[in-house]
């Protein structure tokens, strides 16, 4: 009989997490033993209580624990502006920046042939319906710069032609950022969106 066989589970469940791996889950899971009460027992109950209500928001694709989330919900975020991201994980980092005041639209992934994944399985009729109903007068491509983020972004542009301003991130020198430790795509971006001092 393996008397840590359920340790041994939890370890092996909490390494398949992103960021962690076989020692980090070790580590993480005897933390959460050792202070059982103050961590473990609220956590466990937590997790129980996020995977029976966890669900995406019906409007715009968010994670919330309602049908439509508080992002859509709120009266002052109707100001006509719709970010557009790829995933949660995007939108949630858009929001820790605290910058934009408009509502969201989650398409869940990106174009790509490569993975067979098209138009159909991603929300962007849905995009084109809230633009339409919701009275959306700009529409902001949040894209990751990548070759499918932009394809996605040429699609999406096709799709809203003539129907809504259509605006995306500038991409270019981070803050702090040193130009030898950037590439060259970087700083090409950059160059072709500098602006006047």
Not at 88 to 112: C, I, N, P, Q
Not at 139 to 145: D, F, H, Q, Y
Not at 166 to 194: C, F, H, K, M, W
Request: hydrophobic share 40%.
């Amino acid at each position: 009989m393996n008397s840590t066989r359920d340790i041994d589970a939890l370890i092996d469940l909490m390494a398949k997490l992103p960021g962690l791996g076989p020692r980090s889950a070790r580590r993480a899971v005897l933390h959460l033993i050792a202070k059982r009460e103050l961590q473990l027992l609220p956590l466990a109950d937590l997790m129980q209580k996020v995977a029976a209500t966890a669900r995406e928001c019906l409007n715009c694709g968010n994670i919330c624990t309602t049908d439509v989330c508080d992002i859509c919900t709120s009266e002052k975020r109707a100001n006509g502006q719709l970010c557009v991201v790829e995933d949660v994980a995007d939108l949630w980092a858009m929001e820790r920046g605290h910058a934009f005041k408009g509502r969201y639209h989650v398409l869940g992934g990106t174009l790509s042939a490569l993975d067979q994944v098209g138009p159909e399985q991603l929300r962007i009729p849905q995009l084109v319906n809230r633009v339409e109903a919701e009275g959306v007068s700009e529409v902001i491509l949040a894209l990751n710069a990548t070759v499918d983020g932009q394809t996605t972004a040429h699609y999406i542009a096709d799709q809203m032609e003539g129907r809504v301003t259509l605006t995306s991130l500038a991409q270019g020198v981070p803050i702090g950022g040193e130009l030898d430790y950037l590439d060259d795509g970087t700083i090409s971006a950059a160059l072709n969106a500098r602006k006047q001092i």
